[in-house]
């Protein structure tokens, strides 16, 4: 219990370079996704249909990368947990049901990071379209962090009610032969609504909305600055 204890300690301390960590991968995959629909469509520029497509693409991708991290985290944040620390997570896991395993509450998962950063991306895009046009370099920052806020505001709107039900899928114990109340993720969305009213679809709303709505506009000036220094580090076709 003294390593699962100190985990989840130093994972609070680091919940920001996390978020961090997350938000820089769904923007690289946001910046791919772009180029590529941007060839597939024929657009010589973004549109907001292909702002808000890029950003539910990169949410797809970010998904497959972090199932078992959020697996793990869950199953620790469980009052009733007995797992002695994140390794044990695994091994007991694995043990159990194979490494596929890891990936228990990939469906929610996926469409928990499509919906956010679709409507994260989406947003960015129409809050940019209209902000007048900055004329100096901290007017874009200004424009930056104001869309960047509002998108994190937007898609965590969107993506909360996906949030619960994943925390309630990956929380849930497995029994062989039972089907899990909380198992996919529209009908668990009905269940949660019926049972207990929509409001329990925003649990922990509040929380979530203060740290990702001026954090989405903190984190999108690092990451335009970053994806910037690497366009000019590799040139062509990416400036």
Known sequence: MDSRRAWLERSGQSSGRKVLGDFIEACAANDYWGKTFLDLSGESKMTQNLSTLTGAAAG????????????VKIKLQDKASTFKGPMDVVRQIVAKEGLLGLYSGMESTFWRHVYWNAGYFGVIYSVKSALPKAQSPEGQLFNNFVSGAIGGFAGTVVNTPFDVVKSRIQGSSRVPGVT????????AILTIAREEGVAALYKGFLPKVLRLAPGGGVLLLVVEFTLGVFRKALGPPYI
């Not at 797809?60 to 697996?71: G, N, R, W, Y």
């Open 60 to 71: 797809a991708t970010e998904s497959f990368v972090v199932v078992p991290f959020e697996l």
């Open 180 to 187: 899990p109340k909380y198992n996919w993720t529209y009908p």
